[in-house]
């Protein structure tokens, strides 16, 4: 896709809004990952959804959500992210016209901070950032339908109270939101393009050292610095899959035609790189320190190959000529030679 996701007509909320993506592993030997997109236009009510499957990351780019857990409550804005675990009954309720954003079903370990090596104690997402529920629990006498998610299934079952009624928990596995202007963003100060690595806000680990079951990215606002290099994003490929959203702005490695909601897939080993625009004009640019203002990108990396479903391929949005954005590269001159 290259451009932003239409909203739903019908009245809809969290459950039915969700359509999803891309698919890698597999939920069932709790590896792997999905990544859905949401549309919605109503709160949820008289019911609640847990998905025993895996942890949800919810990535909103348009409305603020305000999520009703077992734990308390929790307001999402564009710009922040929440996660829900594993199995965490909960609904959403928006307060304007609509909402729609990025989630990220992962099946493996559960997202945690990166470890940060030579960075030291501090850096990137910081511990004292994650902010957990406001205490709140319900007391209502009314049917509510439980939806669960299971074994890659839905399925419903109905109660005669809400079962958002803790009154108390105690431990560390609850839900938490984290606001991403909060990032400290560690780049180069010296020369080269630094992996991007540097910018994971949550990982969850995977069996082997070095590449992730599931990565969460992001590309925030931030100083481009460097000395005798090439500036712009450098053309690679990646034994990670990348699935590319966008939040606000503009992505600085494709200038036109990505949009927020819009999203972009390079599967492993997939060669890729900024577009001919893009790319001209940061060869064109005075090697001085720039600002980078108006933009908050981020990935959903992988190291597993993520399939499109039948959905996301029989989109009217999507760009079948996505590739022709390279076709217009011509050979770069060397200094000094005719």
């Given at each position: ?43 949820m ?80 997402a ?32 109905r ?36 992996d ?15 590449v ?50 819009g ?7 997939s ?68």
């Amino acid at each position: 896709m290259s451009s932003g996701a239409a909203g739903p007509i019908a009245q809809t909320d969290f459950v039915g809004g969700l359509i999803t993506y891309v698919t890698c592993g597999d939920s069932r030997s709790q590896h792997g990952a999905a990544v859905h997109l949401y549309a919605i236009n109503q709160s949820m009510k008289n019911r609640v959804f847990y998905d025993a499957d895996g942890e949800l990351l919810v990535v909103p780019w348009e409305g603020e959500l305000t999520f009703v857990t077992e734990f308390g409550r929790l307001a999402v804005a564009p710009g922040e992210i929440g996660l829900i675990p594993r199995g965490v009954k909960f609904r959403v309720d928006i307060a304007g016209p609509g909402a729609r954003g990025y989630v990220c079903e992962n099946y493996g370990a559960p997202f945690r901070l990166p470890e940060l090596g030579p960075i030291g104690s501090n850096g990137l997402a910081n511990p004292r950032d994650l902010l957990a529920p406001v205490a709140a629990f319900e007391d209502v006498e009314a049917e509510t339908e439980i939806v669960a998610k299971f074994g890659g299934h839905l399925w419903s079952a109905r109660v005669a109270h809400s079962p958002l009624d803790v009154v108390a928990w105690h431990g560390n596995y609850y839900p938490f939101k984290y606001d991403l202007a909060r990032f400290n963003a560690i780049n180069t100060v010296s020369f080269d393009h630094v992996d991007p690595s540097i910018f994971t806000v949550l990982t969850s680990v995977s069996d082997t050292k070095g590449v992730a079951n599931v990565d969460f990215v992001i590309f925030p606002p931030r100083w481009t610095v460097a000395d005798h290099t090439f500036r712009p994003p450098y053309f690679h490929r990646n034994v990670m899959s990348e699935f590319m959203g966008l939040v606000k702005g503009a992505y600085d490695a494709k200038k036109e035609g990505f949009l927020p909601g819009g999203a972009s897939l390079h599967n492993a080993m997939s060669s890729h790189g900024p577009d001919e625009p893009s790319y001209q004009k940061a060869v064109d640019a005075k090697l001085a320190p720039q600002y980078m203002d108006d933009t908050l990108a981020f990935m959903f990396e992988t190291r597993y190959i993520f399939e499109p479903t039948a959905y996301a391929l029989n989109r009217a949005e999507l760009d079948k000529e996505y590739d022709g954005v390279w076709a217009g590269f011509r050979k770069a001159k060397v200094p000094g030679k005719k």
